[in-house]
């Protein structure tokens, strides 16, 4: 399904859980206004943190080099630019959360590395 242009009723869901796929589509903008239409309550959006880690991986698999829908990464997220993004009158951030990468074990060693977060994970409730 397109996620610019979701196939479902106005607040057609309690929660709305979207992790990972706005940094693969080349219009985020559009499918954020698509995941507040859904939901009735919150918005959860998980997406690749700007920094060190993504530097790195992309240099070593290229993620950013495809430039097609669905490839790779059109983009890293700063928290301000996400922030802007995410500025809706309906819903405000609740809480954001920084995590790593690999597994829950390694999250919880590289919450003492902010250089190492990778992922930033938004909790936005409705007003």
Known sequence: MDAGNLEFPDKSFDYVLCSQVLEHLRDDRKAIKELFRISKYRVIITVPKKGWYWNIFNRMFHVNTFNREGHGHFREYAIDDLKRKLN???FRIEKIEYTGFITPVHD???KKFPFMQSII???????
């Open 88 to 90: 809706h009158d309906e």
């Open 108 to 110: 919880l060693i590289l």
């Open 121 to 127: 994970c938004i909790l936005l409730e409705k007003t």
